[in-house]
């Protein structure tokens, strides 16, 4: 069993607020992981400080056995690749669908394009019609595949996964889950997957880590959700919210 | 119980370069002194018919109705400063994100008092005053304090009480909520639609609750309507949302990932042709 991801003590500093503290986490190849919380607990931190997106002041990541330094490298982005919550922020809007796929593998010098942009089309389940679309045309859902496309079309080995369906509709978010159990499936694919709903959470990943003002709360395996096997109250009273609103509470 | 609210075969179409869009296309329901919910997805008209009864509508859509009443108001035919007298005064709305529909430029108290002197001939200092009694009544801890914050300077939280306390505080008859903790986290969420649900029980507005979520909107309201593509394709109690019959509120029910099922992989909407007829 070997391991993907792998942080320690973790630390996210910005200007005097830490956002981090800390946190150490061990992704096995392969798994999938969830982190949980609510705004302002880290958790997206977390997959950025992974990235290279968000300043590291302490503590170390890993990922397949490589210590990882102040900038990622070419390589590091063929094999990690992102996900964000947003799909109308995230695609450039005056570029095609057909040049976004282009650009990541123009950077890394893939060759076959033409070959590569069709298949990872087909794979999210968009048609070749939309290859030549902007983002302005398509829907929330399909700008997710689209973003999705273009984190797999480099055939990374994990995908990070901000809120990935948090701004779709319900029906379309639940078309989205399956494309990413899917690819998952098929690549075998190491997830880390941040979101705010427990559902989710549950649904998508074997694991996971409960967040709250940038620190870990408790470890579970998903299983332990639904059987209310948690330890800490912080869980206990995200868990009675996430089942909606009882009047006279 | 006599309906407050009476709306018959709303339609509302925006011109576009290709043609008319239709987002409302024939809506008929009447709302009493009770929670009434709205629910769909993204473009199913929902947000557009609780814009329609409070009149903001934009101004090059066409808006048309057999009737739209409010208290027998025939909300088509008044003049515009009327339906200003009405909007904050007996009728009022509470937006998605107080990011962006709290004055930015202007602190939640004077926000508050605004909306209050616009409605009612108070003293500058009798009006600070129900607005503190406001801010204190969505059970917000210092009010005095938050009186005098900038929207920026508050959480999400806060500052969708702040706008509850703003709406509240002429004393609507008929509150519309457009997805009113969407932006929000799930346990601030609760608090919020708890202060939300004593107020309305309280002072006895009809409540309008647009949302997205089918699931929320079942454990809050009493009657549900569910729209799809501009019409209103079942109107259940929200009790017996588990007897849904059409193929889409059952769909949309069940497309959610729940704790303790698993389901791999979750069922997806087969959108049907004849749900749009």
Redesign the interface.
Known sequence: MTVALSIDKLRVVYDEFVALKDVSLAVRQGESFGLVG??GSGKSTLLRAVAGLAPVSAGSIDVNGQRLGKTRDKAFYSQVQMVFQDPYGSLHPRQTVDRLLLEPLAIHGFGDTEKRIQRALDEVGLGSSFRFRYSHQLS?GQRQRVAIARALILEPSILLLDEPTSAL???????V??LL??VRRDRKLTFVMVS?????I???CERLMVMQGGEEVERLEAGD???RNVARDYTR???V??E????G? | MSAMLNVEDLRVEFPTRTGMVQAVRGVTFSLGQERLGIVG??GSGKSQTGRAIMGLTPQHAHISAKRLEFSGIDLLKVSQAQRRDLRGNRVAMILQDPKYSLDPVMTIGRQIVETLRTHEKVSKAEAREKALDMLAAVQIRDPARVFGLYPHEVS?GMGQRAMIAMMLIAGPELLIADEPTSAL??????DI??IL?SLVIERGMGLIFIS?????V???CDRVIVMYAGKIVEELKASELSQAKHPYTQ??LN??????AD???????DRKPEWLL
């Open positions: 609510e705004s929330g509709d319900a029906s379309v978010q639940a078309e889950l399956n159990e899917q705010h709903d427990l559902g989710v549950t649904h998508m959700l639904a059987t009273n995200l868990l919210a996430s909606g609103f009882v009047r509470a | 997805e993204s999400g986290d799930v346990t601030v969420q609760l639609l708890r649900d997205h979520d089918l699931r929320l079942s454990t809050f769909g949309l497309c959610m990932p729940r704790i303790g389901r791999h992989p979750l069922p997806v909407l």
